[in-house]
């Protein structure tokens, strides 16, 4: 747990900026830190990342870094209830689980960029933990726990009744009082009662095989073909050890509550869209297969692909691309810093418009005539765009002479060239 802690604190450091959808967790969190529930509850995103930063923003912490600060908290966390999930089922191999759980690459990375796999996976590994030592209530518990970090958290309440049947029902309780309160608190606050306002977003998204209404068949099989890939590399060197370990345990009894809630996650993936990110999510279950594969390997393969495993996970954990990306706050920061009261700032760069201290975006791409509209706005100065993005010149060139290209001084204007980043002020009156 300390070497997890001390390698994602590592990551943390050398991740330039946080994510795209980052940026709208730490405007929650920005918001709850200043008592404002009903802005940062008007985001679809769950709130249990936000809100665990929160405090930590209120004290005056960056909040990047509080982010950070609060997913390597939770990843370090995270390795015990892995461990020991896998320990259920494979006595004896925890320290191959605490390797490749430590060093899991894209779980390092996407708590340095404070996505919310590290807060999503200490409370589901936490909740099939229980939930296989047959503590249904305390697996619910956990599990509506999780939902407030990721709406698939829902499969997870399937894992008490596979395990306890009857008895397990008991877990759907605190799972369904999470969710409906959750949805309760919005509707407080005056937004739709809604228990997964991301669906409202992936129809808008349309990039997905479900929209709401209707199955695209063909969609759904292009998600399916690409999946095997993806999991690869989502979890590399792990992954296919779990796919090998899922091939030699097919008929074992003892997983098959694994084998059923992760085969609801994918299927709940290849309905939206399959991304790696999503994958990592279940790397708590992924993790088991691995190990199972990893004890299936002959006896003197065993410790040098675990040491290939650790190896590479270790090095990919600390792979931060595009450092480029700093350019981006360098940018919102100078911007920022000039607004006067009653200005903001829009485009379509999320994380330099949270940066110069306007809300981010929708997580969605956006129509060049929206894109104008949210620009004339009252109280817009300043609109920033990705120079080389499709649209990006026909936004300009409707928006002029009432905005014009701002020249910025030489560093930011460094960083703005090589971050593709345009820059339009409002011309004065």
Not at 174 to 180: C, L, N, R, S, T
Request: hydrophobic letters at 55%.
């Amino acid at each position: 747990m300390l070497a997890a802690f001390g390698l994602r604190a590592f990551a943390s450091a050398l991740a330039p900026i946080p994510a795209e959808d980052a940026a709208n967790y730490l405007w929650m969190a920005q918001r709850f830190a200043s008592g404002d529930a009903a802005a940062a509850l008007s985001e679809v995103f769950p709130p249990l990342l936000p809100l665990l930063t929160a405090p930590l923003v209120a004290l005056s912490l960056d909040p990047f870094r509080a982010g950070q600060l609060v997913t390597a908290v939770c990843g370090a966390l995270a390795i015990w209830p892995l461990v020991r999930l896998v320990e259920r089922t494979s006595p004896g191999q925890g320290v191959p689980a605490a390797v490749l759980a430590t060093l899991a690459p894209l779980v390092v990375r996407y708590g340095a960029e404070v996505y919310t796999e590290p807060v999503f996976l200490l409370a589901a590994s936490g909740s099939f933990w229980a939930a296989l030592s047959g503590r249904s209530l305390a697996a619910g518990v956990l599990a509506g726990a999780a939902f407030w970090a990721r709406p698939e958290a829902l499969a997870l309440g399937i894992a008490p009744l596979l395990v306890s049947g009857r008895r397990g029902l008991v877990a759907l309780v605190p799972v369904g009082v999470a969710a409906v309160g959750l949805a309760a608190w919005r509707s407080s606050l005056g937004m739709p009662f809604e228990l997964l306002p991301k669906l409202g977003l992936h129809a808008v998204r349309g990039d997905g095989a479900f929209d709401g209404d209707v199955l695209h068949v063909g969609r759904f099989l292009e998600h399916v073909i690409a999946l095997p890939a993806i999991w690869l590399e989502a979890f590399q060197v792990a992954g296919a050890l779990a796919l090998f370990g899922l091939w030699k345990t097919r008929r074992d009894p003892s997983l098959r509550a694994h084998r059923v809630v992760l085969l609801v996650g994918l299927v709940a993936i290849l309905l939206f869209l399959p991304r790696r990110r999503f994958l990592i999510s279940w790397f708590f279950l992924a993790l088991p297969f691995a190990v199972r594969g990893l004890s299936s390997l002959p006896e003197r393969g065993r410790w040098p692909t675990l040491f290939l495993a650790g190896l590479t996970g270790l090095f990919a954990s600390l792979k931060i691309g595009e450092t480029d990306r700093i350019g981006e706050r360098q940018v919102g920061d100078y911007l920022g810093a000039r607004l006067e009261d009653g200005q903001t700032v829009a485009g379509d760069m999320t994380r330099v418009i949270w940066f110069a201290g306007s809300r981010p975006l929708p997580p969605r791409p956006f129509a060049p005539e929206e894109l104008i509209e949210r620009a004339r706005r009252p109280g817009v100065r300043f609109v920033i765009l990705g120079a080389r993005r499709p649209n990006t010149a026909a936004v300009e060139q409707a928006l002029a002479p009432t905005f014009r290209r701002y020249v910025l001084p030489e560093v930011e204007q460094r960083a703005a060239y090589l971050r593709d980043i345009l820059v339009l002020e409002r011309a004065p009156n």
